[in-house]
């Protein structure tokens, strides 16, 4: 395996400056590929060469896989960090970076494909005797989801066979409801993912998100780095995450990381990875939910327990290293919180709030990290997510992280643009979430529900 | 301008190829002879601008998408267009390869090929000028 001098970091806002940081401290040269709205970006101000590879338009620009690995070839990088989103997760694009001999810094073309197909993952995690939330199976029609319905009661969730983020899927109370929302669902899968296929499994109401980092090498090495909690969503999108789950027992905790390491050894995962899980709070139990392949936005949390950088070892790993860890090395230090703060209006159901930043001043607090592309005077463009910085705050303890996340959220001035910043003050703040007492839908149910009323 | 003008003009340049000057001006009756060798550094400096270009050598030819520049098809054509060549808005000027897909960039603008800023098997950006072009109206190079 040659050894990687060069990435070309095929991503844009916080996670590109976050795997340009990376390199930078591997002294290796980072390329940055922008689109036309993001020649002024900090990932161009920050990489050894900008190459602008299109307009503003994803589709035209980083999702455009031919001009993205054209752009690696004719600058010479021997390597493309993916990020997330975008690309991350095309294994055609895993693909055709190996076949013009660039590595690619993530997993096998295969394991994202195998992972991918939301339905095989789950038949091989069953293979593997780790439970799955009961029921789970392909509905070909309304007929078959009603029998199953009969069979196995209400509630019950759809879900797109293709995809993730909560697109195609919906929670049935009851029969009465099938009939419109299996087309809804149906509609908006094959809108998102081209594939209208739905599944449909008995719905966990009182379910936790709990998801444990694993990293392999290409020597058939993993481990895990224990798990985060993730169950603050809104519309099926993370709002804050922590590391570890104070909610788990530690024979809960040791249970869930085994399960995770089962699936990952038994593809000979390589990368850093994340196998995700429900955990049905009113029984215990967990079930296997899907499997990340790639790096994810909450991979800050981790990091700030274990001190491990997990974009330096998926580069490491990338170009051919044993892992440098082994399990018994892996220990977590204190809790982490890490809040997504995006350009949104909590105000205004959330609606974007692009803009020019005419304020920035992130707080100062050796213990308080922030992943961010943005600075005064930065335009906050229309075209993208609107995820502008995320704010990880490290404490002793849990209460000590929330008190340390409540000071630097009030010490983070932006103006120019609205934010979530007084959401997540809020949730800090709720008796609720410091008690840990919440669920996947206690935020758009309960606290927002309430925050309306 | 005649034919004997055209091969003079095409020896000085050759000969200046070869020699340390950095820049000729050169008037023979009507013929106007402007050379200026450019370090790697100026040419590209001058590439960054698409306005400085417009100033100096005309219109510019943006480069429609990211991809490795060739003037012609194969390596032993010529070149689509030279300098000097006068283009229509829909002649092909030179190609741009994306992985294996080659895709034909058009003048976009009517007039005379003035300047070229990449060179064969040379990455080029979204929006990089490749050529300049002239109109008639701004033509300095007057007709015979």
Redesign the interface.
Known sequence: MKKIKSVLVANRGEIAVRVIRACQALGIAAIAVVSEADRESLPAKMADRVLCIGPAQATKSYLDIPTVVTAALGAGTDAIHPGYGFLAERPDFAETCVKHGLIFIGPKALHIRQMGDKLLAREMAAALHIPVIPGSCLVRDLQEAASFGEKTGYPLLLKAAAGGGGRGMKILQGPEELKSLFNEASAEAGAAFGDDRLYIERYVPHARHIEVQILGDCHGNVIHLFERDCSLQRRYQKILEEAPATVLTPEQRLEVCEAALLIARHIRYESAGTVEFILDQDEGRFYFLEMNTRIQVEHPVTEMITGLDLIQEQIRIAGGQPLRYSQADITTEGHAIECRINAESPERQFCPSPGRITQWQPPKDPLVRVDSHCYEGYVVSPFYDSLLAKIIAHGKDRPEAVERMQTALSHFLISGVETTMPLHRRILMDDAYRAGKIDTCWLEKVFLGNAKA | MESRDISDALSLIEWMKQSHLNALHLRMGSLILDLKRYAEEERKADMDSAENIERQAGKPILSP????FFRSAKSEDRPLVEIGQRVQADDCVCFI?????RYCVTAGVQGRITEYFAQDGQ?V????PIFAVKGQESDEIKQP
């Open positions: 998408r990211l991809g490795i390869n994306v992985l294996d897909q990455l950006e979204f929006k990089q």
